[in-house]
């Protein structure tokens, strides 16, 4: 028997190096460091963009778990009938389109929040019912651009795997006059767990201040009788229900949401302004979906429980930067059911980022005021 050897081409011993530019060396990446890549992108709308890169990409964004959706614009009803508090939170991208993925993103695009209102400028209009159902907030067309427009829940249904989920809101709820100074975090789970809430009529910078001395050395660490008499005190109670509704109407919108994504950590929901940030951990995300909430009968928003308060006031704040508040307030709010402690300085003096932070530790400090609010 006799055996042919033959030997094998050149070419399969020593193949021809393939010009550079042929190379794609995205393709030597492995999946899992894309989705690293992806979850530090996080941005819906370049998230989206991501999708009409590749067939593999727009295989990998369901799966990224860090996402942030920043609403552009409030677009108002096209109804003449509807209510001013009757709005929509859009993020409008129209330019862009999903034309070789097949549209499965189209919705990354596009977002419409439900009504979140003004309580500050109009809190009797807040409290008035809704004249819009629900349903019609599920795809909404403006005629005038032709972009329909879709509800969170329906932004957000590609995503299977999200663990950390923001939410950023164009403006703060609250219409507040320039000057003065008012932000507030809130945690809930099925209801409200805590509130913080630090307000000032004014903020005086070091360099444009002529600081008043005498202010500061009257400071005896009381409220002063005219903080009841020149309506102090009333504005602070309005500051503390405006923060309460605008929290709980947040909070109202998140629950088709909160009850879609079963893998959520956490999550916040924030605004431009730095007015106000709801936060949610996954203890009280869990609890959300075990146990409903418990709407406002007036309005679309999560009913607000029986509150034990905490109030710190200095008619003057001198800040370490060289800042000043006038009028610095400082609230801390608990459930009357809860059996945590309303002055736990852990998480009050962590609830602001700075110079505020530094603001409701010096505050905290102070003579403590206590006070008690029925549930609405």
């Known amino acids: 028997m006799s055996y042919l050897l033959r030997s094998d081409p050149v070419s399969r011993i020593h193949p021809e190096p393939q010009p550079l530019d042929d190379i794609d060396h995205f393709d030597h990446l492995p999946d899992s460091l894309l989705l690293l890549i992806f979850d530090k992108v996080a941005d819906v709308k370049d998230l989206g963009r991501c999708c009409l890169v590749s067939r ?92 329909t427009h879709h509800s969170p829940t329906q932004v957000l249904k590609n995503f299977a795997e999200i663990r950390f989920l923001r939410i950023e809101l164009p403006t703060g709820e609250l219409g507040i006059e320039d000057g003065i100074l008012l932000k507030w975090r809130a945690d809930f789970g099925s209801t409200l767990d805590n509130c913080m809430i630090l307000g000032a009529s004014s903020v005086v910078t070091g360099s444009d201040s002529n600081l008043d001395s005498s202010a500061a050395d009257d400071d005896n660490g009381n409220i002063p009788e005219s903080f009841y008499t020149n309506g102090g005190l009333k504005l602070r109670v309005v500051w503390t229900i405006s923060s309460l509704i605008a929290a709980s109407a947040r909070h109202y919108l998140l629950q088709p949401i909160i009850t879609e994504h079963k893998t959520l950590d956490r999550l916040v929901l924030s605004d431009a302004d730095g007015q106000g940030v709801l936060s949610m951990n996954r203890e009280q995300l869990e609890e959300l979906r075990v146990t409903p909430l418990s709407a406002s009968s007036a309005s679309k928003r999560t009913l607000v429980p029986a509150l034990n308060m905490r ?30 402690e309303v002055c736990d300085a852990s998480w009050l003096s962590d609830a602001f980022e700075e110079p505020f932070g530094t603001a409701a530790r010096m505050l905290i400090k102070r003579r403590t005021y206590c006070l008690e609010m029925n549930s609405f």
């Open 311 to 340: 109030l710190w006031y200095a008619p003057q704040l001198d800040l370490p930067d060289g800042s000043v508040l006038k009028g610095a307030t400082l609230v801390a709010i608990r459930p009357s059911e809860s059996k945590k």
């Open 56 to 147: 593999r990409f727009h295989s990998l964004v369901p799966f990224v778990e860090n996402v942030l959706v920043r609403v552009d614009c409030v677009i108002s009803d096209d109804d003449s009938n509807a209510a001013d508090e009757d709005r929509r939170f859009s993020l409008n991208t129209a330019s862009i389109s999903d034309a070789s993925a097949g549209g499965s993103f189209s919705a990354l695009f596009r977002l419409v929040f439900a009504p979140i209102f003004k309580p500050f400028q109009a809190l009797g209009q807040f409290l008035g019912p809704a004249r819009r159902s629900s349903s019609s907030l599920d795809d909404e067309i403006d005629h005038q651009s032709g972009v």
